[in-house]
């Protein structure tokens, strides 16, 4: 009776175990990679519900997800469920993971909409850190609308949610980009596509000393050259191949390279560089602020062969013309003196438009009315279309990819009946876009969600585009979305601020997009660049990887260091990207208080994984140096977040 009295006594002191769900936790340290988790909800605000299932408790997350939980060895059970939630359009691939101190112990398998929940219990006992980990699956991380249900803690202690932030260390913006020399040299396109009898305008890009004299022999019939400006104009009224040998001279030399016009049924033979203006201006963007973009162009980006000046978003007027036209609002009172102003600069305009009755900024879209836009935009001298998904689930609220892509047939024949080469950019759709967006007479299609300047959102973007690579071929392109640098913001918000991703993720950014032969499309504020932007924007051997004519598919290897990505070049050379880069690794980067030290970690290339043999010549495209001849296999360290972007050139 003692030993009994004993216990009631110690009773209230003892810990016995308690069940904690994991919704009860908050979701605020909860990282993913687009939209934001939700309590007892999925991530769109629904009711969590798998393959016809209902679940009353759980967190509704979306791929690339992770959350860290600190245990300190108190906890001994967790269970519950896992899978693909039915509130969704399509079926991403997607798969759930349970790391306890950074040792997998339990997965999923690969699931997708339709499948049932997977269930799981796991033995904590002794772990200090879980981490929940949904995987994007091999397909990207679109549609991954991801749901942990009925998921609870046996425990004898509390479970604290841990931030997964992805730490930046603050490293100087240095400078890799040499400086162009005041001798003439040219750079850009190798190859231009246009229709027979449309208007072709290029300037011939060329860095050095001004003034400058162009010529461009054999100048073919019914195209004249402004030889004080490199400027082209004019039409090519009989189909064929044209070859031009393009010449640069002014005080200090000379410069030559070999320009192919090929007038056929092809255009954008190579990826569309040039400007838009969501990320800097929103829907805030005006005529002034298109004009001064141009004129930023004109004076350096376009010696380097960024082409487009692009409006987005925002620039309708409220309401129709009797004929069904669509004006500009009061900020664009003069699209064709607009338009005229920029081809005046050498450059090419874009605009933008949606499929469904409204944009994606709430102004009057193109459907129904396509025909009349397209002679619209053809009549101001339109030459690029971003024609992005939005609002047509009005016309279409159970969506297919039958019934997305529908739209998009029709402007392609709306844009048919134009006389002039319109570059015609698919917005956002369906998962496998990139297959029937070249069957639908796109260019280029978004193969993703939107981009914002995290880190972890590049990197799920940028790093899942093997998935769709093999489809890449000149004219056709699959589209990461914009580039990140410089100072953004209005396209997400009112706040204007200098990129978020460190120096080495803006090298990074750069160099995969150029890898995958992606449309270059500068986001930033072109007024307000600062020198490193301006270094980054102005490489011009890192740029002829983009505008490589053989356009041939990127490939990736990953390694236990990082990922190698490769593509094969026009002039027998290889382009190689080194990255230190592991979408998972945010979650064990060091909790705040500890130190990233800028380390750079061994990567190496084996030259037979390239299927490659003999000795080659490594050149630094940053740097723009030749590191020396190697075979068999070329190691570097490569920073935190970082690239060693070169060219391996044979050695005969």
């Excluded at 060895?73 to 519950?80: D, W």
């Excluded at 005006?286 to 692009?310: I, P």
């Excluded at 005229?340 to 605009?351: E, M, P, R, W």
């Excluded at 983009?546 to 382009?575: F, N, R």
Aim: hydrophobic content about 35%.
């Amino acid at each position: 009776m003692r030993f009994a009295f004993l216990a009631l006594l110690l009773c209230p002191f003892m810990a016995y175990p308690a069940t904690i769900y994991l919704d009860e936790l908050g979701t605020q340290t909860l990282l993913q990679d687009w939209g934001a988790p939700q309590a007892n909800h999925s991530v769109l605000g629904t009711g969590l519900q798998v393959d016809g299932v209902k679940y009353a408790r759980g967190i509704g997350t979306h791929s690339i997800s992770r959350f860290l939980l600190r245990l300190d060895g108190k906890a001994t059970l967790f269970s519950g469920l896992a899978g693909a939630d039915d509130h969704n359009d399509f079926g991403g691939n997607m798969e759930f993971r349970l790391y306890a101190d950074k040792r997998l112990i339990w997965s999923s398998g690969i699931l997708h909409k339709g499948m049932p929940a997977a269930p799981f219990r796991v033995d904590l006992k002794g772990v200090r850190q879980l981490a929940m980990i949904v995987t994007e699956g091999g397909d990207g991380i679109m549609y991954d609308h991801a749901d942990w249900l009925d998921a609870k803690f046996e425990t004898t202690g509390s479970i604290v949610p841990e931030p997964v932030t992805p730490k930046k260390i603050e490293t100087p913006m240095y400078l890799l980009t040499p400086v162009a020399s005041d001798a003439p040299a040219l750079h850009g396109a190798k190859v231009l596509g246009v229709r027979p009898g449309h208007p072709i305008l290029f300037t011939i890009p060329a860095t050095g000393k001004r003034p400058m004299l162009f010529s461009a022999d054999p100048l073919p019939r019914g195209l004249v050259l402004d030889k004080d400006r490199g400027l082209i104009r004019g039409t090519i009224d009989q189909a064929g191949t044209y070859n031009l040998v393009l010449r640069a001279e002014n005080g200090q030399g000379a410069d030559t390279r070999l320009l192919r016009i090929e007038v056929g049924e092809r255009i954008c033979l190579t990826p569309p560089m040039g400007w838009n203006s969501w990320n800097c201006w929103g829907l805030e963007v005006n005529e002034q602020k298109v004009k001064d973009a141009a004129e930023c162009m004109e004076k350096d980006l376009a010696r380097h062969g960024w082409t487009y000046v692009n409006i987005d978003d925002g620039w309708e007027a409220d309401h129709r013309a009797a004929d069904g036209s669509l004006a500009g609002n009061s900020k664009f009172p003069d699209f064709r003196g607009l338009c005229d102003y920029v081809h005046g600069k050498g450059l090419k305009f874009g605009i933008y438009s949606s499929p469904g009755p409204e944009t994606c900024g709430g102004h009057l879209g193109s459907y129904g009315y396509e025909d009349r836009d397209a002679l619209t935009w053809g009549d101001w001298g339109v030459d690029y279309l971003k024609y992005d998904y939005c609002y047509y689930s009005r016309i279409a609220p159970v969506p297919t990819e039958r019934l997305i892509r529908q739209p998009y047939d029709v402007m392609r024949k709306s844009l048919d009946k134009v006389d002039r080469d319109i570059v015609y950019s698919i917005g956002f759709g369906a998962p496998r876009v990139w297959y029937w967006g070249q069957e639908a007479g796109g260019n280029s299609w978004r193969t993703t969600r939107d981009i914002t300047d995290e880190w972890n959102v590049v990197a799920s973007i940028g790093f899942f585009q093997d998935v769709c690579a093999p489809v890449v071929r000149p004219g056709c392109y699959n589209d990461p979305d914009m580039l990140v640098v410089g100072r953004l913001g209005m396209g997400w918000g009112n706040q204007v601020h200098d990129t978020r991703l460190t120096a080495d993720e803006q090298y990074a950014h750069i160099s995969l997009w150029c890898l995958q032969s992606a449309p270059l499309l500068i986001g930033c504020d072109l007024r307000d660049m600062d020198a490193f932007t301006q270094n980054l924007l102005t490489n011009d051997e890192v740029i002829d990887v983009d505008q490589d004519p053989l356009v041939m598919p990127v490939k990736k290897i990953v390694t236990d260091q990082g990922q190698v990505w490769y593509k094969y070049l026009e002039d027998g050379s290889v382009a190689v990207g080194l990255f230190n880069v592991d979408p998972y690794s945010i979650v064990w980067d060091p909790v705040e208080g500890e130190t990233i030290q800028r380390t750079k970690k061994t990567i190496s290339c084996r030259f037979s994984d390239l299927g490659l043999t003999g000795r080659f010549r490594v050149r630094d495209l940053w740097r723009q140096k030749d590191l020396g001849i190697y075979e068999k296999e070329f190691s570097t360290g490569v920073a935190y977040h970082g690239v060693s972007f070169l060219r391996l050139i044979p050695e005969k």
